[in-house]
């Protein structure tokens, strides 16, 4: 990687100019221009110090490293791990709190690290072999032995993961050479697009929220993502509901 072409390259995918980017990491114009163009080899701190003002993720920020010709600063765990038990724990408490409702805990990728036992529900019929840790929830959601038959608003339910694999292209072509050509379906919430799912306790409507570990300082904290669902209406809350307490029953 070119290191003057790969920070310009993420400067003015930020919409930053060298002015705003050299206030924000503390130097002149000037000297950021000699970096960019190469004139001027920066230092590790100032690397360090440029992408953090870039508010690039920790991988970018390693590879911004590398290609200046430092090591990376920050560390890259396998989730198994000893370091990460605390995290574990964490994700545990987190994923049976939100009972009873689906919950699931992915990596970059979108493979399926965590979830609880609520997302058995999103998940009854599907193929076994699209199912578990390590399978990938957006291929599971898309796919024609997954979710995607008992998808009411496929349209946009894929629309809206397709639009977030910008990281992955070959996944997001695998899955979007899955999907047929679709309208959109009336009916969609103004400030959030609902997944609209057939269950065996009648039809569901979730919302989904996003929660990451905003201050982790290891590569694969910082790309991991709790995703939980949430009912969008109260017969979803009521189903919901039943399916859990069955499911303790027994």
Known sequence: MDFPRALRDRRTRRQLSQLDLALR????????????????RPGRTMVVRLAESLELPLRERNELLLAAGYAPVYPESSFDDPVLAPVREAIDHILRGHLPYPAVVVDR????????????????????????????????????????????????????????????????????????????SAGQLGFAVPLQLDSSYGELHLMTTVTTFATAVDVTLSELKLEAFLPADPMTTEALITAHSARVAG
């Not at 503390?26 to 004139?39: A, D, M, V």
Request: proline fraction near 5%.
């Open 25 to 40: 990491a503390g130097t002149t114009q000037r000297h950021l221009s000699f970096i960019e163009s190469g004139r001027s």
């Open 109 to 184: 990728g979108g493979d399926l690290i965590a979830a609880n036992s609520a997302f058995e529900l999103l998940t009854e019929g599907a193929a076994a072999e699209l199912v578990g840790p390590g399978r990938n929830v957006y291929r599971l959601a898309l796919h024609p032995q997954g979710l995607a038959p008992r998808i009411r608003n496929l349209a946009e339910w894929a629309r809206h993961i397709l639009a977030g694999l910008d990281h992955s292209a070959a996944l997001r072509d695998e899955l979007a050479g899955y999907l047929p050509e679709l309208e959109p």
